[in-house]
């Protein structure tokens, strides 16, 4: 099956810097990648969707300057948090896309958990 | 209201018991309906999908969509320990072509004793 990776999978680090987790597809490119969080007991919220070469489309509330998305290649998208505060800290999580005949599916990467102190 | 709604859990069972796990939801643009099994430190894996109203079975595993209740099911026969996870059921709607983002819910952590 198709595969995702994340890097890094957990992270700490100061409040007011900035953080950048990768997602990449290791063996299908991908047009498309989302990037979804999950506070503990909340559901995976999607955050925005990432597409190649364009800018991100953002879900309602979720800040796009706080959030830089970019993806600049068929297998990366990144995202940073910038200037970090405990209320980011949260487990993140990417999917990318691939296209099927009868189905489009998305294969989640193993997600990142970022702890703001 | 949230979205999509799902009991969290925990869920434990004796093996070899069916389970029956279940999602509401209130959005009627919904029109693919995903099972996902995630454990731990892991990403979720897609179990099933199923488009609009229906029955689609694979295995072990029956999905089920009432699209007129807003209520989906998924049913696993002969359950065994290795079926221990966390099932998310994720909707999503057919406005672009095919990339929508998921909305998820809050996943149903499930136990099967030995």
């Known amino acids: 099956g198709a595969v995702v990776s994340q890097h890094p999978s957990w992270v700490i680090c100061k409040s007011g810097t900035s953080v950048k987790i990768e997602c990449r597809s290791l063996?299908?490119?991908?047009?498309?990648m989302f990037w979804y969080r999950q506070f503990p007991k909340q559901s995976l919220m999607l955050m925005a969707t990432s597409n190649e070469g364009s800018k991100a489309t953002y879900e309602q509330g979720v800040e796009k300057d706080k959030f830089l998305i970019n993806h600049a290649s068929l297998t990366l998208s990144t995202l940073t948090v910038t200037s970090a505060h405990p209320e980011d800290s949260s487990f993140y999580i990417c999917?990318?896309?691939?296209?099927?005949?009868?189905?489009?599916?998305?294969?989640f990467g193993p997600g990142t958990r970022l702890t703001v102190l | 209201q949230k979205e999509v709604e799902q009991d969290p859990g925990p869920l434990s069972v004796p093996e070899g018991a069916i389970v029956s796990l279940n999602c509401t939801y209130s959005?009627?643009?919904?029109?693919?309906f995903m099972w996902y099994r995630q454990y731990s430190r892991k990403g979720p894996e897609l179990l099933m999908y199923?488009?609009?109203?229906g029955n689609k079975e694979d295995g072990r595993f029956t999905a089920q969509v009432d699209k007129s209740s807003k209520y989906i099911s998924l049913f696993i026969r002969d359950s065994q320990p290795s079926d221990s996870a966390t099932y998310l059921c994720a909707m999503r709607g057919d406005s672009g072509g095919g990339a929508d983002g998921l909305t998820f819910g809050k996943g149903t952590h499930l136990i099967i004793q030995p």
């Open positions: 063996d299908f490119q991908a047009t498309t």
């Open positions: 959005n009627s643009a919904f029109q693919y």
């Open positions: 199923t488009y609009s109203s």
């Open positions: 999917s990318a896309l691939l296209g099927r005949i009868s189905y489009n599916e998305q294969f």
